[in-house]
């Protein structure tokens, strides 16, 4: 935990959320301001900064997270007609919370290349 990490704050319930599914290692919940008709964050319990954080001793708690990720959609009804997932890194990434998340983004047609 990190304090004044917003998503930290998540993790722990001081701020609230709808948990759309958690384990011991990771937490998904809808965005606030969501981008599509189904927009989630999946992100590790443990404060990890960006993908650009990541080391070798990672590897397991991150193939859980995309796992994890995968069985989201899933509850989430999109896997079948697809989804669009994105990790934004630093400041050119368009990263604005710094704890790692993976957005889900689905529920109409995505469009071949992300638009800001
Ligand atoms: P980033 O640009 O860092 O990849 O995405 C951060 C995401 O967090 C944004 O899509 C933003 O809407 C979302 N977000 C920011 N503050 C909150 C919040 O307090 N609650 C939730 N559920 N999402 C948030
Ligand atoms: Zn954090």
Redesign the pocket.
């Known amino acids: 935990m990190s304090d004044n990490c ?1 998503f930290c704050k ?1 993790v722990s319930g001081t ?1 609230a ?1 709808q948990r759309i599914y958690e384990d011991d290692g990771v937490l998904a ?7 599509a008709p189904v ?1 989630v ?1 999946v992100i590790p319990k443990r404060h990890i900064a960006s993908l650009d954080a990541l080391s070798e001793a990672d590897r397991d708690e991150m193939g859980h997270l995309l796992e994890r990720t995968a069985h989201v959609a899933r509850l989430l009804g999109v896997h079948e007609a697809g989804y669009r997932t ?3 890194t630093h400041s050119h ?6 704890h790692l ?1 993976c ?1 889900i983004l689905g529920g109409k047609p995505i469009g071949a290349m992300v638009s800001r």
Do not use: K, S
């Not at 809808?30 to 981008?35: F, L, R």
């Not at 990434?93 to 710094?98: E, K």
């Open positions: 917003l998540i701020v959320t919940f809808p965005d606030i301001a969501p981008q927009h964050l994105i990790i934004n990434g368009g990263q604005m919370v710094f998340h957005h």
